[in-house]
């Protein structure tokens, strides 16, 4: 199918779904679920072509993690799906009505935003993530993933097409662009007609590509150059739990840590534990010349290695004075996704709360938590690092728009 004949299709769709019921919605979703879950050997089929082709082409084990599909993923998948079934569906909701002093009634509700596009890469999670919660805010979707998953994705999506028209969900509200080349989606980018907003979801040569080009209105999710911050006080084994957890328990995903930042007074005592723990996971170790002094062996850090999201077994590490000269560290290389402290000062934790500039901010807990599913919203569309509309984990309210009503009874200006 041509990228504008899906475009037309998509946006006649969307108009149809903004009438869909609660209940259409909530049994198209459970019917998705369900035949994910029935269906997961032919999924596992065309995700096993991926993740062969992907061996082959010498994409990282940490990368070709992220690709893989297993049952219990698939399940896991499914049970994101009836989550989002289960939440509350905004669409209709009443944000406020107030009546004012010419009579007239005025309130705002909540309305589907209409066809939204997401340019994404290798997870193919997304692609159910992202069609199941479009369709409980009645947007009609146009997924383009990236060609080291366009198997998975095409199987994926052919099972919730079947199941969610079967249930009532007309036609045309989940779409596939299955030509993954540059120039298709470039052409997505500029589908302006019938796309209302463009979601790239992926790392930073994505994110910039889609942000600069784009005729439609973007909405940016940010790459994850995400640190941990070792206080002056702190809990030795609450700090080493988090960091293991944070870098090495999924090293490919955005939320994932990449930066471990220690205090001067804290170094001598963490940095040995901290370290050991790490190489013991396989991590390798890039540190500054103080880390270097304390544990001779590994490799040195340099400047671009703050900047870097590594979504590998990777972490640059910096000894600095205080919580000033880590949050200011923080402030300059981060990607504004997620950043922790590990701390028993209160007064240190408020001030890392109210002064680093990122979409979630932690006290005592792992960066890993920067998810939908974790946040309650069943799934995510992405993780919004910009400051407008939406921020952090996107679930069902992000992906709606409000639209002004205004009742009278015969009222002229």
Not at 57 to 66: E, L, V
Not at 105 to 114: T, Y
Not at 140 to 162: C, F, H, P, T, Y
Not at 198 to 211: E, F, N, T
């Amino acid at each position: 199918m041509e990228l504008k004949e899906m475009g037309a299709l998509a946006k006649q769709a969307s108009y149809s779904l903004a009438n869909i019921s609660a209940k259409t919605k909530n049994d198209a979703l459970e019917a998705i679920a369900a035949a994910l879950c029935e269906r997961a050997d032919e999924i596992i089929c065309a995700n096993r072509i991926d993740v062969d082709a992907a061996t082959e082409n010498g994409m990282s084990k940490a990368m070709t993690d992220r690709l893989l599909l297993t049952k219990e993923r698939i399940d896991d998948i499914a049970n994101g799906v009836r989550k989002v079934k289960d939440l509350d569906d905004p669409i209709g909701e009443t944000i406020r009505m107030e009546k004012r002093p010419n009579g007239l009634e005025i309130g705002q509700k909540r309305v589907p935003i209409g066809v939204i596009a997401i340019i994404y890469e290798s997870r193919p999670n997304v692609t159910a993530d992202a069609a199941a919660l479009c369709l409980k805010t009645s947007n009609a979707v146009i997924l383009r993933g990236g060609s080291e998953a366009v198997n998975s994705n095409k199987a994926i999506v052919k099972i919730m097409q079947d199941a969610a028209y079967g249930a009532g969900i007309p036609e045309g509200s989940i779409n596939l662009v299955e030509d993954t080349s540059r120039e298709t989606a470039a052409e997505l980018m500029r589908l302006r007609e019938y796309v209302d907003v463009l979601i790239p979801r992926g790392g930073k040569g994505l994110i910039k590509a889609v942000v600069e080009n784009a005729d439609i209105p973007v909405i940016e999710t940010g790459s994850g150059n995400c640190h941990i911050y070792i206080d002056e006080k702190y809990d030795k084994a609450m700090a080493l739990d988090i960091l293991i957890n944070a870098k090495t328990s999924r090293p490919s995903v955005c939320n994932a840590a990449e930066t471990l930042l220690v205090a001067r007074s804290s170094a001598a005592e963490f940095i040995p534990a901290a370290f050991d723990a790490l190489k013991e996971k396989g991590v390798e170790i890039r540190g500054c010349e103080e880390c270097m002094k304390i544990y001779p062996g590994i490799k040195a850090a340099d400047e671009e290695d703050y900047y870097t999201e590594y979504n590998d077994y990777i972490i640059s590490v910096k000894v600095v004075d205080g919580i000033d000269a880590a949050i200011a560290h923080i402030n300059k290389y981060n990607t504004k996704h997620s950043e922790a402290i590990v701390t028993t000062d209160y007064f240190n934790a408020q001030k890392f709360l109210n002064e680093v500039d990122a979409a979630a901010v932690y006290v005592n807990a792992s960066t890993r938590f920067t998810d939908g599913f974790e946040f309650g919203f069943g799934a995510e569309i992405g993780i919004s690092t910009q400051k407008i509309h939406a921020r952090g984990p996107m679930g069902l309210r992000e992906l709606t728009s409000t639209k002004y009503v205004i009742y009278g009874n015969g009222q002229i200006r």
